[in-house]
Antibody, heavy 117, light 110 residues
Framework: QVQLQESGPGLVKPSETLSLTCAVSGYSISSNYYWGWIRQPPGKGLEWIGS???????FYNASLKSRVTISLDTSKNQFSLNLSSVTAADTAVYFCARHSIITWWYWGQGSLVTVSS | QSALTQPPSASGSPGQSVTISCTGT?????????VSWYQQHPGKAPKLMIYEVSKRPSGVPDRFSGSKSGNTASLTVSGLQAEDEADYYCSSYAGSNDHVFGTGTKVTVL
């Protein structure tokens, strides 16, 4: 069974970089599929942030592209999200997930990140 | 890429049916048979309920069904049960490895 688990700081200061890691078990991230990040501000809907293909190709939401970097660490079977120059608007629950090109199949439980000084 | 439009809320009594719409454009919902639906209970991760417009993953009850006409997709929950009370989100492929989600619908079981 594929399982994903997000980890990282729960509090980030404005203008700094938000960094999260998604540890994957039950499947090798270097074998296939896309590995992505989605966020959900408190009380609001889902927003796709970006994804990385198992080969290393990356795809980002145009509205966030200038601030987002997603990378793979195949030695640890995990992938990471960096979001720079954060503001209060970036406060959200961040989910990592495995997806095909069109369907989000497996999700992590989510990690709340608050942007505040 | 703009969010897909869903009604904010929908409701029904136990045993009844409820249908949720998801309206996009010819660049997303109308352009591909790649609409999926997710159920999210409070404080939980979304769960895949329908993929590729009308297919159910293993373990999802056949009370859940999906369809599409033009730029609008729909999710129908038949025989409503208390555990169906949740938020539901649609999602569509939008080409060029772009993904868009719906605004979300809160389903209440009366």
């Amino acid at each position: 069974q594929v399982q994903l688990q997000e980890s990282g700081p729960g509090l980030v200061k404005p203008s700094e970089t938000l960094s999260l890691t998604c540890a994957v078990s039950g499947y090798s991230i270097s074998s296939n599929y896309y590995w992505g990040w989605i966020r959900q501000p408190p009380g609001k809907g889902l927003e796709w942030i970006g994804s990385i293909y198992y080969s290393g190709s990356t795809f980002y939401n145009a509205s966030l592209k200038s601030r987002v970097t997603i990378s793979l660490d195949t030695s640890k079977n995990q992938f990471s999200l960096n979001l720079s120059s954060v503001t209060a608007a970036d406060t959200a629950v961040y989910f990592c997930a495995r997806h095909s090109i069109i369907t989000w199949w497996y999700w992590g439980q989510g990690s709340l990140v608050t942007v505040s000084s | 890429q703009s969010a897909l439009t869903q009604p904010p809320s929908a409701s029904g009594s136990p045993g009844q049916s409820v249908t949720i719409s998801c309206t996009g454009t010819s660049s997303d919902v109308g352009g591909y048979n790649y609409v999926s639906w997710y159920q999210q209970h409070p404080g939980k991760a979304p769960k895949l309920m329908i993929y590729e417009v009308s297919k159910r993953p293993s373990g999802v009850p056949d009370r859940f069904s999906g369809s599409k006409s033009g730029n609008t997709a729909s999710l129908t929950v038949s025989g409503l049960q208390a555990e169906d009370e949740a938020d539901y989100y649609c999602s569509s492929y939008a080409g060029s490895n772009d993904h868009v989600f719906g605004t979300g619908t809160k389903v209440t079981v009366l």
